[in-house]
Every structure is written in C-alpha cells, then in structure tokens.
C-alpha cells in the first residue's frame, strides 16, 4: 500500500483510514479521535470531538484541527 493511497477520514468522535487501492476501511478503524489525539505531555488540552475541518500540510507534515474559531496542530 502506497503512502498516497490512504486516507485518514474524521466523522464526529471517531477517525477512519481509508485505502483507496482497495476501497475499504484499514482493520481497526473507525477510531477515537480522544483516544489518538489526546492531550499532549504535560497538557489537559485534548482535540475536541466533532471537529470543523482536519488539513494535512505535506510541507510540514503537521496535521491541523479546526473547530470554529480554534485551531490547533
């Protein structure tokens, strides 16, 4: 499985990796975005549930959550 044939897909709670080469979900998934994405080391600040928008930036390889005004990498 290329890197470029796999999607990673968020839907309220939960997160899914999706494979375009085989169009499925990858074993595993839906996941909690809670449970992946949680609170950093020595921070209570989690990413929310029911994000906005994710964007992946290919030059940095930094993910970005977006929810209203806040926005977090």
Avoid: C
């Avoid at 309220?12 to 990796?17: D, F, L, P």
């Avoid at 992946?36 to 930094?62: E, K, M, Q």
């Amino acid at each position: 499985m290329s890197s470029f044939a796999v999607r990673h897909v968020h839907a309220g709670r939960v997160y899914y990796k999706y494979n375009d080469e085989t169009d499925y979900v990858v074993d595993g998934y839906p996941r909690y975005i809670s449970q992946d994405f949680g609170p950093r080391p020595n921070s209570t600040d989690a990413i929310p549930d029911n994000l906005d928008a994710v964007w992946f930036d290919s030059f940095s390889s930094l993910l970005y959550f977006f929810k209203g005004e806040w926005v977090r990498q």
